[in-house]
C-alpha cells in the first residue's frame, strides 16, 4: 500500500531553496477550489492550469478530499506542471489522487510543494515496479486515451 507524502508547514518552507514550487488550495465562497502556483523566487501567484487541453476529467474544476472527476483534474494539472511530461502525467493522476490528492481535507486549505508531488511520484512508480528511466522512450509523446 502506498503512503501519503509529508505535506509541510509554511514555517518549514522557509529554508527551502528559491526554485521550490508551492501549491496552494482553498474553497471560494461559493463552492469552488482554487489552486494558485507560487514559485518562491517568483513575486505572484499563478492560478494552476486544469489542463483539460490534454484530458478533461472534470467540468467543473479542482476538487479534493475524494477521488472525484474534480481530485482526478487537479492529480492531472499537478503533475503536469512538476513533471513537465505530459503522457507521464496522464499515466499517473488516478495513482497520485488516490495517494494524495483524496487526502486533503476538502473543509481546510492546503499546502503541496513540487517535492511532495515528485516524492509522491517516485512512490507511486516504485511500487508499480515502473522505472521511469527505462520506460521514458516507450511512451515519449504518446499520451493515452
Same mark, same amino acid.
Given at each position: 500500500?502506498?503512503?501519503?507524502?509529508?505535506?509541510?508547514?509554511?514555517?518549514?518552507?522557509?529554508?527551502?531553496?528559491?526554485?521550490?514550487?508551492?501549491?496552494?488550495?482553498?474553497?471560494?465562497?461559493?463552492?469552488?477550489?482554487?489552486?494558485?502556483?507560487?514559485?518562491?523566487?517568483?513575486? +505572484?501567484?499563478?492560478? /494552476?492550469?486544469?489542463?483539460?487541453?490534454?484530458? !478533461?476529467?472534470?467540468? *467543473?474544476?479542482?476538487?479534493?478530499?475524494? $477521488?472525484?472527476?474534480?481530485?482526478?483534474?487537479?492529480?492531472?494539472?499537478?503533475?503536469?506542471?512538476?513533471?513537465?511530461?505530459?503522457?507521464?502525467?496522464?499515466?499517473?493522476?488516478?495513482?497520485?489522487?488516490?495517494?494524495?490528492?483524496?487526502?486533503?481535507?476538502?473543509?481546510?486549505?492546503?499546502?503541496?510543494?513540487? +517535492?511532495?508531488?515528485? /516524492?509522491?511520484?517516485?512512490?507511486?512508480?516504485? !511500487?508499480?515496479?515502473? *522505472?521511469?528511466?527505462?520506460?521514458?522512450? $516507450?511512451?515519449?509523446?504518446?499520451?493515452?486515451?
Amino acid at each position: 500500500m502506498l503512503h501519503s507524502s509529508r505535506i509541510q508547514a509554511p514555517s518549514e518552507l522557509c529554508s527551502q531553496s528559491d526554485d521550490m514550487v508551492l501549491y496552494s488550495g482553498s474553497i471560494s465562497p461559493d463552492g469552488h477550489g482554487n489552486v494558485v502556483r507560487l514559485g518562491l523566487g517568483e513575486y +505572484r501567484h499563478t492560478p /494552476l492550469p486544469t489542463r483539460t487541453d490534454l484530458k !478533461t476529467l472534470s467540468f *467543473n474544476g479542482f476538487s479534493w478530499g475524494t $477521488c472525484s472527476p474534480g481530485a482526478g483534474q487537479l492529480a492531472l494539472a499537478l503533475l503536469c506542471d512538476v513533471l513537465g511530461n505530459d503522457s507521464r502525467a496522464v499515466r499517473l493522476c488516478s495513482y497520485l489522487c488516490d495517494l494524495v490528492i483524496r487526502n486533503l481535507s476538502p473543509s481546510v486549505s492546503w499546502i503541496l510543494t513540487d +517535492r511532495d508531488v515528485r /516524492l509522491a511520484v517516485e512512490s507511486i512508480e516504485t !511500487t508499480m515496479g515502473w *522505472n521511469w528511466a527505462e520506460k521514458q522512450q $516507450c511512451y515519449a509523446d504518446q499520451i493515452p486515451v
